[in-house]
């Protein structure tokens, strides 16, 4: 499974936009691009997944070029909610359960 | 209709002691994967079960156990407590053989004295 490197910690103020990038060099021809966000004591929630170039949903964008060595997860306009921690993960088909998660961003969103 | 539920929410144990925690999939899912998260680190996935069997596992000793009942629950056992074995911990349910994404529940957080 591939192996993801993003920031440790990100700061941004509110009414920003912030966009966190996930490397991922060993990605497979098979494998997915999901994100994760994380509040303290609760388990992870789906924010988006994409395969290649862009994908948007009601609350992120996710940007993934040709090479798909990377992607970026913009996050439009955050507020004080969207403080959380982050995580990049790639990997799919039938190894879906077992997902390596790797230390995550943390975004700290200021007044 | 019900997401990830898992129970109990808190546990204190002392070591030596053995654990069992229970997780209920989401309506429609058929697999369960069990995950540890230390304080300040990523969740590490401990094994999954799907049709009853354990599918995959992460690097987790024996003394960590699961079963998987016939309504698609499952159970996470922890023999012979540790200190480290100290964390929050995930159960996510999901479909067998889809790309669908992992379901998380809330976690049932382990203290071991």
């Known amino acids: 499974l591939a192996k993801t490197t993003q920031p440790i910690s990100m700061d941004s103020y509110e009414g920003q936009e912030v966009n966190i990038t996930c490397s991922h060099n060993?990605?497979?021809?098979?494998?997915?691009i999901t994100w994760y966000q994380q509040f303290p004591s609760q388990g992870p929630r789906f924010i988006i997944q994409?395969?290649?170039t862009k994908v948007t949903n009601e609350v992120a964008s996710l940007f993934i070029p040709a090479d798909r060595k990377s992607s970026t997860l913009s996050l439009p306009r955050v507020s004080l909610s969207d403080t959380a921690v982050y995580y990049c993960?790639?990997?799919?088909?039938?190894?879906?359960?077992?997902?390596?998660f790797g230390q995550g961003t943390t975004l700290q969103v200021k007044p | 209709d019900a997401g990830v539920t898992q129970s109990p929410t808190h546990l204190i144990k002392t070591r030596g002691q053995q654990v069992t925690l229970r997780c209920s999939p989401k309506?429609?899912?058929?697999?369960v994967s069990w995950y540890q998260q230390a304080l300040g680190q990523g969740p590490q996935f401990i094994f999954q079960y799907y049709e009853e069997e354990e599918r995959q596992r992460g690097n987790f000793p024996d003394r960590f156990s699961g079963h998987q009942f016939p309504n698609y629950s499952s159970e996470l056992n922890v023999n012979a407590l540790l200190l480290g074995d100290s964390a929050l911990y995930l159960c996510?349910?999901?479909?067998?053989?889809?790309?669908?994404?992992?379901?998380f529940g809330s976690g049932t957080q382990l203290s071991v004295l």
């Open positions: 996510a349910s999901s479909l067998w053989w889809t790309n669908e994404k992992l379901f």
């Open positions: 060993n990605i497979a021809t098979n494998d997915y």
């Open positions: 994409g395969y290649k």
């Open positions: 309506s429609g899912h058929d697999t």
């Open positions: 993960l790639v990997g799919m088909g039938s190894n879906t359960g077992k997902l390596i």
